[in-house]
């Protein structure tokens, strides 16, 4: 009877953390919805709710994991229960990452406005990059809540869009600064934001990786996907 008090006070536990992490995933996606549409109407009001948002991203943060520093203290979990704890703390960290993620795309908005530059350049075309990191986010925080692999195994190869649109932007920014000198700052300024959303689909990706890991117990960081494939099934 003991054992299963304890058993059921470790799954409210973990039910708590986990529902912690969802509460700062939904505001991180928030960060980079308004992030986004900063960048799209150059909107220095939205750039500035993004940046309003940050400090409460990182202390969330801390707060989370602090919780799970106490939880493992106190369980000890082993197996998956470890596995998962491990992976609420990496999921945590690269959400708190994508944050500054949001934050970097705001400051350089803000910048991009100030110095008159905005309308020269071809940013809008950064949406569609933008609105695929930000879909991938947004996948990764489902599959991660239900522990989908399958889920998870479509995100590591959506990610592979994301990166396809990062390598046009640079070509077609290369195009402008060849062609405009003059271009070539407020073009450096949109490939700093470029950066910052493949960024984001990267660590969306860590989190699909992060599901693997918990439910199948297989590390397939830097895996090919035949690997990664294989250790599903």
């Not at 229960?81 to 992976?87: I, K, T």
């Not at 989908?148 to 479509?154: G, Q, R």
């Amino acid at each position: 009877m003991p054992d299963k008090h304890l058993s059921t006070q470790f799954d409210s536990e973990l039910n708590g953390v986990s529902s912690r992490v969802m509460e700062l995933g939904g505001l991180v996606e928030s960060q980079i919805r308004q992030a986004i549409y900063a960048l799209a109407q150059f909107n220095a009001e939205a750039a500035s709710q993004v940046l309003e948002t940050e400090g409460k991203v990182n202390q969330m943060e801390v707060d989370i994991d602090r919780e799970l520093s106490s939880i493992i203290a106190r369980r000890q979990p082993t197996a998956r229960d470890l596995r998962l704890l491990m992976a609420i703390s990496k999921t945590t960290a690269n959400l708190e990452r994508v944050g500054d993620e949001a934050a970097k795309i705001a400051r350089m908005v803000r910048s991009i406005i100030d110095s008159g530059s905005a309308r020269v350049l071809p940013a809008s075309e950064l949406r569609v990059a933008a609105d695929l990191a930000s879909g991938l986010l947004r996948k990764a925080l489902d599959a991660f809540a239900r522990l989908d692999t399958t889920t998870a195994l479509a995100i590591l190869k959506e990610d592979d869009l994301i990166d396809k649109e990062f390598d046009g932007f640079v070509r077609k920014l290369i195009t402008y600064m060849m062609e405009d000198p003059r271009t070539i700052s407020p073009s450096l300024d949109l490939l700093f934001l470029a950066k910052a959303i493949e960024r984001v689909g990267d660590h969306a990706k860590n989190i699909a990786e992060f599901i693997i890991y918990v439910v199948k117990g297989a590390d397939v960081r830097h895996s090919s996907m035949e690997q990664i494939e294989s250790a599903l099934k």
